[in-house]
């Protein structure tokens, strides 16, 4: 018997066994507390053997059905809280914002150290938050100097898309190169023409590792981190993300070269000043890990959710013709001549056009593209209709529950944009409608993507019609969602046909 082979897999499950002890203490020790319900787990693997591990959010659907609006679920050695259906999300995340408010500490994320945004918390979170917003909003964020820089981009985006003349394409890498060039003007001050070789790598390398995050290997590797040796998903992934940075970090070391505190031309500008004034002091922020983490999750939460969602606009376009149609009473582009005519659409456009304001809602409801949100965490022991949730628990805010909730909306699993609509043809907001989450850990750049997604669509529908290619019928054009951390449409080749 070869005994030196034996003894690292003796460890390893001696490490597992620790594990489980540890997470079952946690837990056991709140035992006289009314602690959520759920699923009775396996060792080990916990109730990975029930789990839909391409789409666990259908699972977890499932589940809230026989267990309630709270319940948990074991996914691997780690407790699980998920909460479902729109008055329990918004007890959590709004009402009781302060206790939901934390983010776990995930091991696929582990290489941003606790830096940035998007996986940091506490006092790290607060400050880069803060400070985020603040440039943002310097930098024109929900303001008319953003609204040009998108309508610019607009223009290449059209000409970009007339030269196919019609023809079948995948429009993939050029919506992302659109959206992403809308960010990349306030991070860089600049923006990249489509072909440029190091942009479309950064768009190839955002939406690689976009597909991994939400892949079952690396949902296997956060449950049991000693496996990633054997993952080539993993792998690739943090190459990926050392690729990444580096560009990151190559550009602000040359923006530091010309950098003019009194002329700040981006938000990398805007850091590298703070970090200058900021040095010396005791427990600071502004280093360069938290200005290269901030960049990389504003560069992929700006392009990516926006890009996914006007693709999956595009693709109900082709779906439901009825919805673009000019011949059809109150449609979006009958609405875009009545309103805007020729001119290009702005913001001021909107309250107008009460109809393509309600299908870019629907649009955003009906993609569901985070349909388990970010994960939070508890900072506080807390209880929640009833049930005790210790600190420090995993919580899955089930998004995808609150978007389709039947007590919310009328026809929940169908393409509807009279959600949105009064008996009169009027807007209605809905508070149910939460495609950014809510609470503490609200998107950062919601006001920007609210922006992006009215002027591209407005801007696309006015000028083009949305077909299935060529022998696709549209009874056949399959309207399934995609796999990764959010739920792109499944990749097809659409007809943009320019109007008349």
């Known amino acids: 018997m070869d005994w030196a082979n034996l003894v690292p897999v003796g460890l390893l499950l001696i490490l597992i066994l620790l594990l489980i002890l540890n997470s079952q203490r946690t837990w056991k020790s709140h035992l006289r507390q009314n602690l959520p319900p759920g699923p009775r787990p396996l060792p080990v693997i916990g109730n990975l053997h029930i789990m839909n591990l391409r789409r666990p959010h259908l699972t977890m659907l499932e589940l809230s059905r026989t267990y309630g609006p709270v319940f948990s679920i074991q996914m691997g050695l780690r407790k699980v809280v998920v909460l479902s259906g729109y008055n329990t999300v918004k007890e959590a995340l709004v009402n009781q914002a302060d206790a939901f408010a934390g983010r776990p500490k995930l091991p696929i994320a582990r290489d941003s150290k606790g ?24 930098f024109g964020m929900g303001k008319k100097a953003i609204e040009d820089r998108i309508v610019e981009e607009y223009g290449y985006l059209g000409d970009v898309i007339e030269a196919q003349k019609g023809q079948p394409l995948d429009m993939t890498l050029m919506m992302n190169g659109a959206t992403a060039n809308v960010i990349v003007s306030i991070l860089l001050g600049k923006r990249y ?35 990633g040796f054997l993952m080539k998903d993993y792998k690739t992934f943090m190459q990926n993300v050392k690729e990444t940075k580096d560009f990151i970090k190559a550009t602000f070391v040359e923006h530091l070269k010309t950098l003019d505190r009194n002329d700040q031309r981006s938000f990398i500008d805007a850091f590298l000043v703070r970090q200058q004034e900021e040095n010396g002091k005791a427990n600071g922020y502004f280093d360069n890990e938290n200005l290269t983490e901030v960049v990389r999750n504003l560069f992929v939460a700006g392009m990516e959710t926006t890009s996914t969602t006007l693709r999956w606009g595009l693709l109900l376009m082709a779906k439901y013709p ?10 979006v582009q009958e609405e875009i001549e009545e309103v805007i005519g020729s001119n290009p659409p702005r913001i001021e456009h909107r309250t107008q056009m009460p109809y393509t304001d309600a299908v870019v809602h629907e649009i955003q409801r009906f993609a569901n593209i985070l349909p388990m949100n970010l994960p939070h965490e ?11 949730i ?3 628990t995993y919580i899955i805010p089930l998004l995808a529950s609150v978007l389709r909730d039947r007590s919310q909306w009328e026809k929940p699993d169908l393409f509807y944009p009279e959600h949105f609509l009064d008996s009169k043809g009027k807007f209605v907001r809905k508070e149910a409608f939460m ?3 809510a609470g503490r850990r609200i998107c950062a750049g919601e006001t920007l993507a609210k922006m992006e997604l009215f002027l591209f669509f407005t801007s696309l529908l006015q000028r083009f019609t949305f077909r299935p290619s060529p022998g696709v019928s549209i009874a056949d054009l399959d309207i399934s969602p995609s796999t990764g951390i959010s739920t792109p449409p499944l990749t097809h080749a659409v007809c943009a046909v320019p109007r008349s």
């Open 322 to 331: 009825e919805i673009q149609s000019k011949w059809k009473l109150e449609k």
């Open 193 to 227: 023409d489509y072909g440029d070789p190091t942009f479309r790598r950064l768009l190839v390398l955002v939406n690689q590792n976009i597909r991994i995050f939400g892949s079952v290997s690396i949902s296997i590797y956060n449950m049991f981190p000693l496996l």
């Open 115 to 138: 830096k940035g945004i998007i996986f940091s918390d506490g006092e790290n979170w607060k400050v880069m938050r803060r400070f985020t917003l603040t440039t943002l909003r310097d």
């Open 378 to 388: 508890t900072t506080a022991d807390v209880t929640l209709k009833g049930y005790f």
């Open 435 to 437: 495609p950014f989450s």
């Open 390 to 392: 210790p600190k420090g």
